[in-house]
């Protein structure tokens, strides 16, 4: 590709997405769920989150010639379409997985679930699962694990094992075909299995649980307490589902700020090697962050851990405001896809925890320990 300045449309919810690419040339921002092909007839470079489906309908007989996804997982791209017409690709694999890790930590935190007194199960072992799965091997937690594609993992077990754990936490990515498919890996039987004082967590992809299976379980007054961040048929949810969840959130547990601009720079350095240029602005991008000290609460043991990762980030707040989305939706005055999606490009910043700290010593040793594996001492 010539270095004439380059004409580049992104999702209008990437972060610092000016000035990690505004030197190659002119950034337009579009949302992301509703671009169209019109949007892209001089576009060179195409940057995306997974809302966006990028396929032939999108791309073809536009001039683009570089699609970078700044978040993880591939579902979202037809990446064979993509590279069967000369069209390179990237995406931030990983990008996003410390913000999603403590978005688990922090929804047992809220839901007042002591993880030390508990086991975990964990569906899909890639990025995401395999950093919550060290995490919890450096708190002392016993896991279990069913990643088919990963079957050397030491902590390796069945489904049917990893489901009767007292926390499953789904981070499996979106496969409809091939030896391993995951659309609707827990199904109605599946989540039969799910016992009732256990926690639900699901926060990789919606698909991956059959909602409607999961309702019926929930909606029979028994079920685990259900966390849900991800959903079929988003941005429309099931408005009933979200009714008998005890947390949902807008598909924002990948949202720290970290995160999303870790995932703008990967993608930059992706496009760099594309390009054979240097973006050194874009390395630079949120370094800078700073989210203060944190006031040491007076209770001690779990709950003074949990009274601090809730004033770094409580998704009861999300939770709240997806359910007031949904009476709005309700009462015909905004439809629920609109404002599903308005909360995401409307998110408020959320630094991870290790922008923060702790000015206070009355912590005990274990509980000291436990926060300093999180990344908050």
Not at 91 to 104: L, M
Request: charged residues 25%.
């Amino acid at each position: 590709m010539s270095q004439r300045p380059l004409s580049i449309v992104a999702d209008e919810n990437i972060p610092a997405v000016e000035a990690c690419f505004g030197d190659l040339g002119q950034v337009t921002r579009v949302p992301g769920r509703n671009l169209q092909p019109s949007q892209l007839v001089d576009a060179d470079i195409l940057l995306v989150r997974s809302v966006t489906q990028v396929n032939s309908e999108l791309l073809a007989g536009t001039p683009v010639r570089f699609v970078g996804s700044c978040t993880i997982g591939t579902d979202h791209l037809d990446t064979d379409w993509l590279e069967g017409h000369g069209i390179t690709w990237s995406a931030a694999p990983g990008c996003n997985a410390n913000s999603v890790v403590e978005y688990v930590f922090c929804a047992l935190s809220a839901l007042g679930v002591d993880w030390r007194e508990r086991n975990f199960g964990i569906v899909g072992c890639g990025n995401v699962g395999g950093l919550l799965q060290r995490r919890l091997q450096a708190l002392g937690v016993d896991c279990a694990v069913y990643d088919p594609w990963l079957p050397d993992n030491p902590d390796s077990a069945s489904l049917h094992s990893v489901l009767e754990r007292d926390v499953v936490c789904l981070h499996a990515p979106l496969v409809r075909g091939g030896p391993h498919p995951s659309h609707h890996l827990l199904g109605a039987d599946e989540i039969a299995q799910l016992h009732d004082d256990a926690v639900l967590v699901s926060a990789g992809r919606g698909a991956v649980v059959d909602n409607r299976a999961l309702l019926e379980r929930l909606r029979s007054g028994s079920g685990p307490s259900t966390v849900l961040d991800v959903w079929e048929n988003e941005p429309d949810i099931d408005l009933e589902l979200l009714r008998h969840v005890d947390i949902g959130t807008p598909h924002i547990a990948g949202y720290s700020l970290d995160g999303k601009l870790a995932g703008t720079r990967m993608v930059r350095a992706a496009l760099d090697r594309f390009l054979g240029s240097t973006g050194t602005a874009a390395q630079e991008a949120g370094r800078d962050l700073n989210g203060g000290v944190l006031e040491c609460p007076r209770e001690q043991g779990f709950a003074a851990m949990a009274g601090l990762l809730l004033q770094v980030y409580d998704p009861r707040a999300d939770d709240r405001r997806l359910r007031a989305v949904a009476e709005r939706a309700v009462a015909g005055t905004e439809p629920m896809g609109l404002g599903f999606d308005r909360l995401r490009r409307e998110y408020p910043e959320r630094l991870e925890f290790s922008h923060y700290r702790i000015d206070d010593a009355a912590l005990g040793d274990g509980e000291r320990h436990q926060l300093a594996v999180l990344g908050l001492l």
